[in-house]
């Protein structure tokens, strides 16, 4: 969401949303408002706040990673795939794909060599 913003987007609703909700959307985008799903808000700011989905604990090591991206984190370090992360998560890849990204961006990786190193070197991952 936050990087459709920043590529200039001026709403953002969740999937599902229906025809009424879309079209009301839309002319309320045309006529200059931002418009975002009651979700969508509650997200972005409890992501300002500082709350989004984590309880912060003091030493944390990735303090803006969601308890699910440290998760997936972890599992990166430990070799698995995204097919491999889907499924043991019960998650889609797609959903996968938007975690792992979402959690290279918010480390400051490229790759997932480099995730897994730091995966390691925050004790994710167990060496046995």
Known sequence: MFAAMRAGARGYLVKGADQERILAAIRAVASGEVVFGRAVAD??????????????????????????????????GRGFTNADIARRLVLSEKTVRNHVSNVFTKINVMDRAHAAVRAREAGLVSDG
Do not use: H, K, N
């Open 43 to 76: 997200q972005a700011l409890a992501f300002l706040t500082g709350t989004a989905g984590r309880r912060r604990r003091s030493g944390d090591p990735f303090p803006r990673l969601t308890d699910r991206e440290v998760e997936v984190l972890g599992l990166i």
